[in-house]
């Protein structure tokens, strides 16, 4: 049986894809919508290691703030409170106060 590396190395060769980047991609992708409650443990995940804002994880789960937040307090995770300027700018702007 073929390992992944060699399947990998199989659509590689077969030039569909540009680049193995593109490839997992494509793969995660198809694996998310097969399995969306990963999604939210990818966010958690990049909460935690401080890779995202709370804001953002919230999006990358595809839950609104206020169930992300609810998820973090069923897990016993605490809240980190801050945000990048660009992320405060782009919810001013939504909201039209600039």
């Not at 939210?40 to 609104?64: F, H």
């Not at 801050?82 to 782009?90: A, H, K, N, P, R």
Request: aromatic share 6%.
């Amino acid at each position: 049986m073929a390992s992944a590396n060699d399947e990998i190395d199989a659509l590689m060769r077969t030039e569909i894809y540009k680049s193995r980047e593109e490839l997992l991609k494509d793969a995660l992708r198809a694996l998310l919508s097969m399995k969306p409650g990963l999604r939210i443990e990818i966010a958690i995940d990049l909460y935690r290691n401080e890779k995202v804002s709370l804001w953002k994880a919230a999006e990358i789960a595809g839950l609104c703030m206020e169930e992300f937040k609810d998820v973090l307090a069923s897990r016993s995770i605490k809240l980190e409170v801050g945000g990048t300027d660009e992320e405060s700018l782009f919810r001013l702007a939504r909201l039209g106060l600039i």
